[in-house]
């Protein structure tokens, strides 16, 4: 059974920052690659961050510079560290795993995160 959970969401004042991770299991996790997502009250699920297998990461416009991606193979975990959060980050972070070269793809439960003073 494929699992993604997500975990190291909360509320955190603008400025701040938070790591999320993202632990999968009953995926060979080495020859997936990894995105992070996120969908705000309302609004539509956008693409955040992918890393690919072999590590190639790239970024949407509105965090670059502010979020890095990175992955632990050995312990078949995706991270996501977000700093100077902003109001706007505000939404449930979504995991999601692709096997290169295929559509096979898994979500996780999600995450929510909160920027707010």
């Known amino acids: 059974q494929v699992q993604l959970v997500e975990s190291g969401g909360g509320l955190v004042q603008p400025g701040g920052s938070l790591r999320l991770s993202c632990v999968a299991s009953?995926?060979?996790?080495?020859?997936?690659?990894m995105g992070w997502y996120r969908q705000a009250p309302g609004k539509q699920r956008e693409w955040v961050a992918t890393i690919s297998s072999g590590e190639w990461t790239t970024y949407a416009d509105s965090v670059k510079g502010r979020f890095t991606i990175f992955r632990d193979n050995a312990q078949n975990t995706v991270y996501l560290q977000m700093n100077s959060l902003k109001a706007e980050d505000t939404a449930v972070y979504y995991c999601?795993?692709?096997?290169?070269?295929?559509?096979?793809?898994?979500w996780g439960q999600g995450t929510q995160v909160t920027v707010s003073s």
């Open positions: 009953g995926i060979v996790f080495s020859i997936y690659h």
């Open positions: 999601n795993g692709v096997m290169a070269g295929t559509t096979r793809n898994y």
